[in-house]
């Protein structure tokens, strides 16, 4: 990750892992299921995918939709944090999920395997996106589908207002909570900082993803953007 980005996912994501899956829907009023609703009906121009990979996986909300969408397909996720997989391992057991399987990994050191249906779902913005498309270049089959999903920064000055005004109340939320509060710290100013919709455009034509589309989210907080090989 650029500028050793890995030291500061480890450090805000510790000891999350237990509660992410309930903090994530609350904190973003319930989008994050819209978002991730969007995802699982873009991933329809995928055409029966064999192989899925899904990258900064958490713990398994993505993996195990497409799991359950494409119950023909293998499906990878690969993260960062063992915490997490833990996590994601003991839904999969629970679940009885036999067509996933998770491994401890950087997204940057994802190069290699072939998938129809790359994912990555809060990523973006954290890592050297040039590497991580890169490497997604040469792992995605012909005609297989990129899907990337992060937060934004509204553009719109009065949505940019709501949303710094969102933050002056989640923010000593999450400092009551001493798992989460280094994420309350450090997240948003990640966010406001980060160029990656802009970014990822200009390195997924780099690349030869010429068939690309940009979906901003309702309020401006997050985009989706995706790409056919």
Known sequence: ???????????????TGKSY????????????NRWKKRILEIVDL????????????????????LAEKFPSSTVVGIDLQEEYLVHARAKKRENNMKNVAFYERSA????????????????????????????CSKMLNPGGLLVF????????VILKGFYHGYWLVLKPVLWLSKSWREMGKELKGVIVQSQWV??????????????????????QIAAIVYATK
């Open 1 to 15: 990750m650029k500028k050793n980005n890995h030291n500061l996912v480890r450090r805000i994501f510790a000891d």
């Open 108 to 135: 940057e050191d994802t190069c290699e395997g072939e998938y129809d249906l790359i994912t990555a779902s809060y990523l973006p913005k954290y890592v050297d996106l040039d590497v991580i498309i890169g490497n």
């Open 198 to 219: 802009d970014e990822i455009q200009k390195t997924l034509k780099k690349y030869g993803f010429n068939n690309m589309w940009v979906e901003v989210q309702r309020f």
């Open 46 to 65: 995928c055409n029966d995918p064999r192989r899925i990979l899904d990258l900064a996986c958490g713990t398994g909300i993505v993996t195990f939709a």
């Open 21 to 32: 899956d309930f903090v994530v829907k609350v904190t973003t009023l319930w989008q994050d």
């Open 149 to 156: 999903h992060d937060f934004t920064h509204p553009k719109n």
